[in-house]
């Protein structure tokens, strides 16, 4: 998923959320942001996470050795112990500047359990032990296969995300994971330490852009429903689902207030959103309104776009 898409799902579940509560929609806004911060804290934790792994296998490496452990155990930890992408993150200096003493970041909590460690660089780990990594590319393909089949799934650790972090179902964390492994594919040979992390926000790009779509949406409410109740065959728009609605309220938005989206990519990623949130009835029912909604605006000249055209 998307940045993009997921920052729109985020404004959905808070435009419903401030619809259902009926709290200030400023005070809703801070509350969003607030759990957007928390998807930045959860990715910084991640990555720290690794680095915390890597110096278990360290010091796994040594009690092993020296007590003639299984060889290809200690292979295995020294292919997390000495592996070149870990090296370069550790001395990345953004990663370095995170105060790491605040309780939000769970890895705190799992290194009070050394059982959980040990799992992760010991249990079920045939998959690899016959897999050389000589070149860089072959090292960096091991760790973010070691990352996807051990560590995301790991129960120990999503319990410890869920008690620590704010989090909104799984797509906060698939996310968080999603810019893991993109930060692990950056990282070449060359790579300097001073390497910047994933910008969530993309120079406030994503936040902008989000803030924006959150507060138009509301402000033009009334137009918005206008457009819908005459574009949806007589529907009275009190039948219409809240959710359904607040779809067909953002989208729409996106055509007349944010120039820079090709109107396709728009009905795309909410029919993409429609099959995470709606029936499915309402896919059809919601492309056909989108259709009809661009159509009229685009006959009476009120959707501007830049770039390489409407659609």
């Not at 619809?19 to 969003?32: A, F, G, H, T, W």
């Not at 460690?117 to 070149?135: A, P, V």
């Not at 852009?209 to 949806?232: A, G, P």
Request: charged share 25%.
């Amino acid at each position: 998923m998307s940045i993009r898409r997921h920052f729109r799902i985020k404004s959905l579940q808070f435009l419903y959320a401030q619809y259902l509560s009926k709290i200030d929609s400023r005070e809703v806004e801070k509350n969003m942001l607030k759990s957007i911060e928390y998807l930045h804290s959860m990715y910084i934790s991640l990555l720290y996470l690794i680095l915390e792994i890597r110096k278990k296998a360290l010091n796994f490496e040594s009690i092993y050795y020296n007590n003639k452990h299984k060889e290809k155990d200690i292979s295995f930890i020294r292919k997390i112990a000495y592996n070149p992408i870990i090296k370069i993150l550790s001395k990345n200096k953004y990663l370095m500047k995170y105060n790491f003493s605040d309780k939000k970041f769970f890895w705190k909590t799992l290194k009070k359990n050394e059982h959980i460690f040990i799992s992760l660089l010991l249990d079920n780990k045939k998959i690899f032990y016959q897999k050389t990594c000589e070149s860089f590319e072959e090292k960096k393909y091991f760790l973010i296969k070691y990352y996807k089949e051990f560590i995301i799934p790991n129960k120990n650790i999503i319990e410890c995300i869920e008690d620590i972090h704010i989090i909104n179902g799984k797509e906060d964390l698939n996310i968080a994971h999603s810019m893991v492994c993109k930060t692990l594919k950056f990282i070449k040979y060359s790579t300097p330490f001073d390497f910047k992390l994933y910008d969530i926000y993309k120079n406030n790009e994503n936040k902008k852009f989000i803030i924006n779509l959150y507060r138009n949406t509301i402000f033009y409410k009334d137009q918005l429903n206008y457009l819908i109740s005459n574009t949806s065959n007589n529907w009275d728009i009190n039948r219409i689902s809240k959710i359904d609605l607040i779809i067909l309220q953002m989208a729409i938005c996106e055509f007349l207030y944010f120039p820079n989206i090709p109107p396709k990519a728009t009905i795309n990623e909410y029919i993409e959103i429609t099959k995470i949130f709606c029936m499915e009835k309402s896919k059809m029912f919601i492309n056909g309104i989108l259709d009809n909604i661009f159509k009229l605006l685009n006959k009476q000249n009120k959707i501007f776009k830049v770039g390489k055209g409407l659609m």
